[in-house]
C-alpha cells in the first residue's frame, strides 16, 4: 500500500515531487483514476500523488473563449462552466469523475474529433510540476501563440511521465444551436460506402462511427441541419462505448480504417471506428484479440494500444517502439530526471 | 562583415552536391544573410540539396566538422528565424519543391518542404480541397517555412494554425539521423515529437518532408465588409460576433490608414473614409452560413457599422481578399521600408490595446498603421520607416519594444504566428521565468545536444539546461536592423 500525498495547489505538488526525487521514491499519478488502466504494469510505487485536491478555477473569460483551471478539477466540472456561458470543450472525452490533467495526460479525445479537432489542440498553456519539483509554464493563454518551444504539446499524452499537468489553459468553443444522432443500417459494404457519401458530401458531420450493424452520424450546426439525411433515421441516443474485458485503441490512415471494420467484423469483435479520423476502438477480452487487432492495425500501416484493461492484458501496451524513441528517452531526462513518475509504463521512455 | 568559408570546406560540400549547389560568391552569400525580417546576419556557405539523402550527408559533415546549420524555405519570414549568424552554413530547401503524392481518401499530401503555400492549395483545388492555413505570405512561403514557425494566416481562426494541419513529417536531426515522425495514422504511441517539432523555428532538424491534413471546402462561403467610424465601434463588432456563439471563417481589421493605403493600391472601393474596417468571412452549410451572416448583420447594426457589404460573386470575394492580402505590399508607396509586428493579445483587450499603438506612434513621431487577424486577437502592427534615416530606426526599435510590453502588460504573448526568432529572443523573459526557460532549453538539448541547429534564435543568449548554455553563436552588434 502506497502512502497517498494529496496536493492543494501547484506548489504543494513541486515539493512532493522534489521530495520523492530526493528520496528516490516511485510516485504513481493518479487524477479521478478513469484512465488508470493503461500502459504497461510498473513496479509497485512508493507514493501515489492525486490532483484531486488541486480544483480551482484560476480564470474564466467567457469572451476570450479561455478557462483556466487547475487540472485536478473534474472535466465534468468544466463542462458545466463552459455551459453556463454557452461554451463547451468539445475536443475533450469527459468521462464522469476524469480530471482535466487525466483528459489532458492520456490525450483522450472525444467522438466530435471529425470536425473539433484533437484535445492537444485545445491546450493553450500548461504549467507541469516536473520529477524533481520544478513548475514550468509553457504556451500562453491567448487562443493563438508562438512564444518558445510547444511544450504543451509533449504534454498531452505524456502520461505524466514528463511533469504532472497541474494548471491548463483551455480553448473553448460555442455550443452549436442543435445536435442530433441518426443511423443507417446494412451490410458493412453498404455501411462503408454511406459513411464515405456523408464525409464527402454537403452535410459537414460532427462524428461518423462504423459499428456492428450501425453507421452512426452526428450532426450539430442551426436546427434545419440536425435533420435525418437521406437513408437514415434518428438515434433515441448516442451509441454506447464498446465495452470488454478491457479496450484497444488502433489509429490507422483514415483511408484504411474501412478495411480494419471488415477486418474485425469477420473475427466478431466489437469495436467503434471513427471515420475520417482514423481511431478504432475495439473491446477484447484477452491477450489473443490484443494481438489479433494489433497485427491487422501494423499491417495497414497503423498501431495499437491498449488504453484500459486488467494488467494481463498489458503486458504489452504499446507494441513496436515508435520512432525516436532515443528523443524521448531524452525529453523524460531532462523532466524527470529520478524518473520517478509513473515508471514504467511508457515501456521505452 | 561576411566571413567566406575555408576552401577546404566548400570543396567538401562540392563533393556531395554538384557545385552550383554550393554557393560561396559573396555577393550571392548577401542574398541569404537576410529574411523577410530586417535583420541582417552574416552567411556562409549557401548548400542547395535536392533530396533528403542529399540533406542527410551534409548534415553528416556538417556534424563533422562542428559547423552550425540554419535552416532555410523561401525566407519569407519576419522574426530573423532565418538569418545565419558568424557565417553559419545555410541550408536552402527551396529546390525540394515536389509534390509527392496527393491522397484524397484521407485527405492529405505528401510534399517535399520547399513546396509553396498556395502551390499546394492550386494543386488540389480540381479535388474540391485546400490547405487550410494561409499566411498573407502564401504566394512566396513554403510548406516547410510554415511548420518551422508554426504559421498562421485569416483562416486560422476557425481552422487552427499550421500544428492542427501536420499529420506527420521526416526529419534530418543535426547528427544526420532522419526520423519518421507521426503520419497519417492518429496518435501513435509515446510522446508527440511531430506536435513539437511544429513551431521549432529549424532549432530541432531539418524537416525535409511533411504530411500534411487537406480540408474540404466549404458548401458555401460568405464574405462581407463592414465599416465603422469609430476602431472601439469595430472592436465591439468582434466581441459582439463571437459573443454570439459565432467563430467566423475569418475575421480581419484594418484602420483608416492601412484601408487608404490599400485603396490606392487594389481599386476595391474600399471606404477610405471609415476609422476601420472589418473582413468577415463565414462558411458552411447553406443554413450555416445563412443564420452567421444574420449574426453578422445584426450586430453590425447594434455596433454601428455603415453598411454590410457582401461579396457578389467569387470575383468579388478574391478581390477583398487581395486587398487584404496585398496590405503589405501597399505600403510600400509610403515609405520604403516597413516593420510588421505580430503579438496577440486576449480578444477583450484589442481596443485598449490598439489605443495604446496609436499614442507609442504619435509620442514616437511614426506612422503605425494596422491591419489584422482580429477574431483570435492577434494584432499586427506595421510600423513604415526609412531604414536609411538610422536615428528613424532606433525609434522604430523602441516603438515595437513598447508595443511588445503593452501587450503582455494586458496579458498577450510575445508572437501568434511569425515565430520568436531573432526578433524576439531577448524579450521571452517578459513572459517565461528562468526556470520555464531553463525547460525549454532542456527540450531543444534533447534534440540537438551541440546546440548547432540554427544557434542563438528563440531562447536568450545563456539559456542553458543544466551546465550546457546554448548560445554557440554570438549575436554581432547591429545585427538586429
Redesign the interface.
Known sequence: MSAVVAPTSPEEAAQALAEATAARARVAVVGGGTRSRRGRPGPPADRELRTTGMDRVVAHEPADLTLTVEAGIAAAEVARIAASAGQAWPQAEIREGSTVGGVLATAASGRERLRAGAVRDSLLEVVIATGDGRLVTAGGRTVKGVSGYDIPRLAVGSLGTLGVIVQATLKLWPVPRARGWFGAEGTIEHRLATADRVLTGSVRPTSVLLLPGLLAVELTGPPEDVRAPEGFAPLPAAPADPAGHGLVEAGVSPARLGALARHLEEAGLRYEAWMGVGICRVAVTSADDVARVRSQALALGGHATVVDGPDDLRADPWGPEPPGVHLMKRLRDRFDPAGILNPGMLVWA | MATTQAPATRDRFEALLDPGRVIDHPLERRLYSRDGSIAQGDCGLVVLPETTAEVVACMRLAHELRLPVVPRGSGTGLCGGAVPLDGAIVLSVARMSRILEI?P??PCARVEPGVLNLDLSTAVAHLGLHYAPDPSSQQACSIGGNVA??A?GPH?LAS??T??HILGMEIVLADGEV???G???????????R??V???EGTLGVVTEITVRLS?N??QVRTMLLDFTTVQAAGEAV?GI??A???PAAMEMMDQRMVAAVEAFVHADLPVEAAAILLVEVD??P??V??HTAVVEEVGARTGAGRVRVARDEAERALFWKARKSAFGAVARIAPNYYLHDC?????RLVEILARIYEIGAELDLVIMNVF?AG???LHPLIAFDRRDPEQVERVHAAGTLIIEACVAV??????????GLE?RDF?PL???A???E??A??????D?EGRMNPAK??PIGSR??EIVLDAGSLPPGTWL
Request: a negative charge; one cysteine or more.
Open positions: 491522397d481518401s484521407v514557425t508554426n498562421g486560422c487552427g494554425v500544428a492542427q526520423l519518421r515522425l503520419g497519417t495514422a492518429p496518435d501513435p504511441p509515446g510522446y508527440d515529437l506536435g513539437f511544429v513551431g521549432g474540404r466549404p458548401p466581441g463571437i459573443a456563439g459565432v467563430i458552411g452549410t443554413a450555416e445563412a443564420s496577440v493579445v486576449p480578444r477583450t487577424h483570435d486577437g492577434n496579458g498577450g504573448v510575445l508572437s501568434g504566428e511569425h515565430g520568436i524576439k521571452m513572459t517565461f521565468n526556470v520555464d526557460l525547460a525549454q532542456c527540450a531543444r538539448e534533447a534534440f545536444p528563440v531562447l539546461c543544466g
